[in-house]
């Protein structure tokens, strides 16, 4: 891979060679490689094509998620998020110990590698809030619960230059990665203001399935807000909200 320096950025193919534009800025990169037929059927790719078929479910256990958490989610991600989030969920895959390379899952590897992923990298919630909270989820009623004791915001949460208010926010969802299906429920405070006086007991209850058999996780977050001539507007568009997995909960 090499990056373009010149005036003039190219975008397709010339010959062998690939231009194109990434987060990374504009690249350029070299076709090769065996071709699909040989990689689908050579026995010499075996393990090639497990790695892939992991790979491909992990990244469609990432979409269950963020589609699941999508209403958080939109206010609390940076542009690495997807790769980042397939990643950890390939780890967790490779941790099955039930299914044979090639056929693991997600659900039944290790779910708690998910707990503290971070959303949001230029926001994190363990560099945000710092005020102590308590998380629960009781599977038998679907009750899934954040507490705070009172605590002073400009203590307790690093807010950013321009921040005026914030809330708090949390939500709860119950994973079906075999139907790519999900049940999500979200909580939150009202928009406070971000100074030295103490909130009141801040206590969110969400609910999914009662007695659910499935991988549930709660996320809990933080967004901020500026207020001008009484209104209130995301700050940045929520580019230093947080949002970080808090919990998983298994069978």
Partial sequence: M????????????????????????????????PDANRIANDPAFQRTRENGSEFGRAGKGGKVIRNAIRVLLQNAKDKKVVSRLTKTLVAITKTDPVNER???????????????????????????????????????????SLSLAPFAPTIRIAAPA?????KIVTGAAELDFPNEGSVFESDETA?????????????????????????????????????????????KNGAYNALMVATVDTV
Avoid: C, W
């Avoid at 950025?9 to 090769?32: E, N, P, Q, V």
């Fill in 191 to 235: 928009i406070l203001p971000y100074d030295a006086a103490d909130t009141a007991a801040i206590d969110l209850t969400v609910t999914v399935t009662p007695n659910s058999v499935l991988p549930v996780i709660q996320v809990v977050g933080v967004e901020f807000y500026q207020e001008v001539n009484g209104q209130m507007y995301p700050l």
């Fill in 2 to 33: 090499a990056r373009q320096t010149g005036i003039i950025k190219l975008k397709g193919t010339i010959g062998d060679i690939s231009f194109y534009k990434s987060s990374d800025g504009h690249l350029a990169r070299i076709k090769g490689g």
């Fill in 162 to 166: 321009g921040a005026t208010h914030f």
């Fill in 102 to 144: 090639g056929a693991r899952t997600i659900q039944d590897g290790d779910m708690g590698l998910l707990s503290n992923f971070e959303f949001n990298t230029n926001g994190k919630l363990g560099a945000t809030l710092f005020a102590p909270f308590d998380v629960a989820f009781d599977r038998v009623t679907g009750d899934a």
